[in-house]
């Protein structure tokens, strides 16, 4: 029993004089240190008594790319909460800092220009992004910031805020996949190409903004997000015909310019769609506020174009359209469809001509039979009789359903007597303020457009 009690005093002794000795004698500070670029050096360091340490790289040039948890400092890749970068380090290496789950904060100089795949993905706790040079930060990337790799942040579940500078052209696949706490993106406006996943999961993103430089969506971007704005300014890029491009069409609403190929999308594949207004008007000549004005609009984003213009920047809406502009016009709107064998029926149509294959495309489909059976006269000015029955033809020469005629100069039994109370009982076309039609009056290029925006919108498959 003696020996007993002299045990337990002793190991009750130990403890005491273990309480009071300072926990500083107790652990020493942890510091370790090496190389991670061919002029950056990098340090760990960790106090006596913390929780967590800062790893601090300092040097110039590019980091060292590593595979998953290969870095020098991945033993230590838990117990760190702050990285700085400083000096003039250009790029942060590939899986550099993955998987260092209970970093909170990043410092990184202005000298950055590239940030490579998987760098900071799986950095949990990961909320602040900061750049500059001691003392003074912003939250914000690098401004000079070129190129963010393929899931460069992914899977950083607190990351709230990202602001993607101006100098960056693309965004490689997933690079912000899974971000589920990510509110708020400020994209570059100068960002060209979109790869896909870059933003899938993010269920806390509300609204974003894709600027017109935008050539290239590709699939997946939005997917799994919730409740998404997307706002596309972009009137040119190329889209897939796939719901899941963006994500699921009842989560996300699309909103751009109308005419824009992201309305066509939302329209196709039923997105939620909110235009932002008309778009951008490429002509000089065309006057804001004129009946064709948003006409022209219309046929000049369409894809294929309707019209490009007489000029890169002009339309010339009075003047006349001719034969050939009209059938070309209407083969444009129909989508440039194939006609086979590029064999002309009209001895005035040659194979070099730019209307040629829409020309024959609308002899084939009983468009148009020529001015005689030989000729096309493509030069010649359309009146407005012409137009309305290229059009009634191209529905298939439907029979008006009234036998009202209420305008004098449309005689019953001429040849476009149908199509013109055809077109006046579709809403294709009217007359003038004196109760005429002006059958023989000549059709402006302004007319035209407008005719045909409505013909489309009234038979919108017919030249399919």
Not at 92 to 110: E, R
Not at 391 to 418: E, R
Not at 419 to 437: H, K, P, Q, R, Y
Request: aromatic share 14%; proline share 5%; charged share 20%.
């Amino acid at each position: 029993m003696n020996s007993f009690r002299r045990l337990f005093s002793l190991i009750l002794m130990i403890a005491l004089i273990f309480a009071v000795i300072p926990k500083a004698a107790q652990a020493e500070d942890i510091r370790v240190s090496g190389t991670c670029g061919d002029d950056i050096r990098w340090t760990y360091y960790r106090q006596s008594g913390a929780q967590y340490g800062s790893l601090s790289l300092y040097g110039s040039g590019e980091m060292y790319d590593y595979q998953w948890i290969t870095s020098p400092w991945a033993d230590y890749r838990n117990d760190i909460n702050i990285i700085s970068v400083g000096g003039d380090v250009t790029a942060i290496g590939q899986y550099a800092f993955a998987g260092c789950s209970n970093v909170t904060k990043v410092m990184l100089p202005p000298s950055i220009k590239i940030i490579r795949s998987e760098a900071f993905s799986y950095c949990t706790s990961l909320t602040t992004i900061l750049t500059g040079i001691a003392p003074e930060f912003k939250e914000e990337l690098p401004s000079g910031l070129e190129e963010i790799g393929v899931g460069a942040f992914q899977d950083c579940y607190s990351l709230k805020s990202i602001t993607i500078p101006d100098s960056v052209t693309f965004l490689a696949g997933a690079t912000f996949q899974s971000c589920t706490a990510l509110e708020r993106v400020w994209l570059s406006r100068n960002l060209d190409t979109i790869y896909g996943s870059t933003f899938e999961g993010c269920t806390s993103l509300r609204n974003v903004i894709i600027w017109d430089k935008v050539t290239l969506i590709q699939p997946r971007v939005f997917e799994y997000c919730k409740n998404l704005r997307v706002v596309i300014h972009s009137m040119d890029y190329t889209i897939g015909s796939n719901a899941d491009y963006f994500g699921d069409p009842s989560e996300i609403t699309l909103a751009a310019p109308k005419f824009s190929p992201t309305e066509r999308y939302a329209k196709k594949l039923g997105y939620r769609f909110t235009d932002t207004g008309l778009p951008p008007n490429p002509f000089s000549d065309l006057e804001s506020g004129k009946y064709y004005y948003e006409n022209v609009l219309w046929a000049y984003y369409q894809d294929p174009k309707i019209t490009s213009g007489t000029t890169d920047t002009t339309f010339e809406p009075e003047k006349k359209i001719n034969r050939a502009q009209a059938v070309t016009f209407l083969w444009n709107a129909a989508g440039k469809p194939s006609i086979g064998t590029l064999s002309s029926p009209f001895d005035d149509v040659t194979g070099s001509s730019y209307y040629i294959r829409a020309v024959i495309w609308a002899y084939n489909k009983g468009i148009t039979t020529g001015t005689t059976d030989t000729t096309f006269e493509p030069d010649k000015s359309c009146t407005r009789a012409e137009v309305v029955t290229f059009l009634w033809k191209a529905a298939g020469k439907p029979a008006p359903k009234t036998t009202k005629n209420p305008f004098p100069d449309v005689k019953k039994g001429t040849w476009y007597y149908k199509a013109v109370l055809w077109g006046v009982e579709n809403g294709i076309v009217s007359g003038f303020d004196d109760g005429t039609f002006g059958t023989s009056k000549t059709c402006t290029r302004g007319q035209f457009v407008t005719f045909l925006r409505r013909f489309m919108n009234k038979f919108p498959d017919v030249l399919q």
